[in-house]
């Protein structure tokens, strides 16, 4: 598919559910924005998973709401078709509710459409509605939620006991009910996500969820094998570049030492010759600049 269609919306995205799958890709920057947008993806997150893949952390909690606007706004420069949300990062809508409406209002006008937010507990519920209200629509996220990390112990699969299961069924209706357009599913059992999305009127987009969820997301790294810090087991990778690029820059390095770069021909350019030099300059040694 193109990305000539006209602009995908929240209710074309609400639209979808039961109707059409949805593709949606991590984006951080510029290019590859531009890459996953003319791909025909439905929506771009600009995901706090920039952390690991672009500024190397071992977690996403060390990225501020500054790193995250400067990505939006590089990834809304690269972006015709698809709908934007923009992730908001640890520490940003955990402090007061009007400090998360302040935080998520800079994501809109860093080019954002929708801001995306982790867990789905009674306080984020309020939270939620308070971004709903001030015209902010949300994509909620629960399961494996990375920013909890630290709490949950490691990047586990969630909703595996019965209690557990039902906690997240609960979250994902109380998400629902409070205005998500949309529910992330992050690494949680087949079965369990299928019966969330049976049970929702909005949309779930799974990422280790299995494949009944009505939209599925990847990190745009791991799809092209472009980052090697860890690979889970719901990743499928689409292509090697991170070894086409190596492969690359190396032989890239090799030319430069043997003088195989740049071509006298193709890659330079020419005016006048050594002779028309030597006439403008002379033809002495090396000229040490008086001080
Ligand atoms: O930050 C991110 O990339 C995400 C997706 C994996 C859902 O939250």
């Known amino acids: 598919m193109s990305n000539t269609a006209k602009r995908v919306t929240v209710p074309a995205i609400r639209a979808m559910k039961s109707r059409q799958r949805i593709g949606m890709l991590t984006a951080y ?98 939270t939620i509605e308070a971004l709903i209200d001030a015209e902010i629509p949300v994509m909620g996220h629960i399961g494996l939620t990375p920013q909890s990390v630290n709490a949950l112990g490691g990047f586990k699969v969630q909703g595996k006991g019965s209690d557990e299961a039902r906690r997240l069924i609960e979250e994902a209706i109380a998400l629902a009910a409070a ?15 299928a019966f969330i999305t049976e049970r929702l009127s909005i949309p779930t987009i799974g990422i280790g969820a299995g494949p009944a969820c009505d939209g599925q997301v990847l990190v745009f790294h791991d799809v092209l094998g472009l980052y090697d810090g860890m690979k889970p087991k719901f990743v499928r990778r689409y292509a090697e570049l991170g070894e086409e690029m190596q492969k690359a820059l190396t032989v890239f390095l090799d030319d430069i030492r043997a003088g195989r770069f740049p071509d006298e021909t193709t890659e330079s350019f020419h005016s006048g010759t050594r002779e028309d030099l030597d006439r403008l300059y002379g033809s002495g040694g090396v000229v040490v600049p008086i001080k």
């Not at 006008?109 to 867990?119: P, S």
């Open 179 to 193: 205005g998500c357009f949309s529910l992330v599913l992050e690494c949680v059992p087949t079965a369990l996500a």
């Open 29 to 126: 920057d510029y290019p590859s924005a531009k890459a996953v947008d003319t791909a025909g993806a439905d929506i771009i997150l600009v995901g706090d998973s920039l952390g690991m893949v672009v500024l190397g952390y071992p977690d996403t909690l060390s990225v501020t709401v500054d790193d995250m606007i400067h990505h939006t706004r590089a990834v809304a420069r690269g972006v015709n078709h698809a709908l934007i949300v923009g992730d908001m990062p640890y520490l940003s809508y955990h402090v007061s509710i009007e400090e998360t409406v302040q935080n998520a209002g800079r994501f809109i006008q860093a080019g954002a459409h929708t801001v995306k937010i982790e867990g789905g507990k009674p306080s984020r519920i309020k």
